[in-house]
């Protein structure tokens, strides 16, 4: 019985402890003491933990949102807006928020992958190899595919073997320059970017 009625105090200790209401009735703030109880009040902030934190951007779209990345002994843990930003002021989207899987995600690719003509599997290639290798073969395409006349006579400079389509991570400066790089320097006339299609 003794037990019983223990029970049932500590019931009633338990509720006027951790729940809000109660203290609310009292006149406490449902902000600030009356939302507290013993579970709140062990919980600590989720990037207590983090001994460094740096600033990105986030690099699904175009708005640039800023986002501050907190990392513990080297690893990434969280990834929130910068509430510095005029941009975002410190909110990320849904695709923004979920940045840190893309990160963290063991799948995903950190090395150059290269199949060549006619291989079934990939290989691991250096960046810089890659990089020569697009070079290259970019500058052997619009070689051999550049149009200087048309048989009309017509002057076009132009070449119809190659094709850019951008991401929608570039913003105008970015996309001016390619612009400029592919269409005035290479002769590019598709140049297409994925915020359009
Ligand atoms: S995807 Fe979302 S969080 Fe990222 S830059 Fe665009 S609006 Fe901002």
Same mark, same amino acid.
Request: glycine share 10%.
């Given at each position: ?31 600030? +003491? ?18 460094? &934190? ?8 175009? &708005? ?78 619009? +070689? ?44 590019? &006339? ?8």
């Amino acid at each position: 019985m003794t037990i019983k009625r223990r029970g049932l105090a500590d019931t009633v200790a338990g509720f006027l402890r951790d729940w809000s209401l109660p203290r609310q009735l009292a006149g406490q703030d449902h902000r600030r +003491d009356a939302a507290r109880s013993t579970m709140s009040e062990g919980l600590r902030p989720r990037l207590e933990e983090a001994d460094r &934190v740096g600033t990105s951007i986030c690099p699904y779209c175009a &708005v640039g949102c800023a986002q501050l990345l907190y990392a513990k002994n080297g690893k990434l843990i969280h990834v929130e807006g910068d509430p510095r930003s005029p941009i975002n002021q410190g909110t990320l989207c849904p695709k923004g928020a979920a940045t840190f899987g893309l990160l963290a995600n063991p799948n995903r690719l950190t090395k150059v992958k290269y199949r060549a003509p006619y291989a079934t599997e990939w290989e691991e290639k250096p960046l810089a190899w890659a990089m020569e290798r697009i070079a290259q073969l970019a500058k052997r395409t619009r +070689d051999e595919t550049f149009v200087h006349k048309l048989p009309s006579g017509d002057i076009v400079n132009h070449t119809l073997g190659m094709a850019s389509l951008g991401g929608a991570t570039l913003d105008n400066e970015e996309n001016y320059l390619i612009k400029k790089v592919f269409g005035g320097g290479l002769g590019l &006339v598709w140049i297409e970017n994925q915020a359009r299609v």
